[in-house]
């Protein structure tokens, strides 16, 4: 049985709710972003005991089956630009209508009717966040970073970047860290 959870978008995130599963003593068999995979079906209250866990830390079961469908594109697209350099190489488009398996174009039409805004846009902003990242690490050159993200030149990351922040690239490195977004509320 799967239960999707909203807002596990990190691995700390991963290591909160397996510690919850282990208090209530529910046997599962993976958790990974947004989706809780346990062996039995859990009785009424065991999915309320759960459930309530999972919000007192910020998280939430998802019911709805188009809501859970929008919450594993995001924890696709989170990975997609967070947690693996090597998707940032594949077709997002495809990625996901393969994972899914579902058509991309019911995907990105689901997507805009429920969250108010396109698949690209939502990658876009998680891509300047992972590049809001690296800036205040500080550790590669903007050069590098827009290789890093797929970007073309750094031009195309710089114009990007201040549509959607406001500021270059540079004046965001002067103000850095207070700037930054949590990824679950973007």
């Known amino acids: 049985m799967k239960i999707y959870v909203k807002n596990m978008v990190c691995p700390r995130c991963i290591m909160a709710v397996e510690t919850i599963l282990n208090s209530l003593q529910i046997d599962y068999r993976n958790v990974s972003l947004g989706e809780i995979d346990v062996n039995d079906q859990l009785s009424d209250s065991e999915m309320m005991k759960l459930s309530n866990q999972l919000q007192a830390i910020g998280f939430e079961v998802i019911d709805d089956k188009k809501r859970q469908l929008i919450e594993r594109i995001k924890n696709y697209i989170i990975q997609f630009i967070h947690h693996d350099k090597e998707m940032l190489k594949v077709n997002l488009s495809d990625f996901l ?10 995907l990105s039409n689901l997507f805009s009717e429920v969250e108010g805004t396109t698949i690209e846009k939502y990658l876009i902003v998680q891509k300047i966040e992972k590049v809001k990242e690296l800036i205040v690490y ?16 750094v031009a195309y990351l710089s114009n990007q970047f201040k549509k959607v922040t406001g500021l270059t690239p540079s004046h965001f490195k002067t103000i850095g860290q207070q700037k930054r977004i949590p990824l679950d509320f973007l």
């Open 97 to 106: 209508a393969k994972e899914l398996d579902y058509e991309y174009n019911y």
């Open 138 to 153: 500080d550790e590669l050159s903007l050069k590098e970073i827009a290789h890093q993200m797929g970007y073309s030149s």
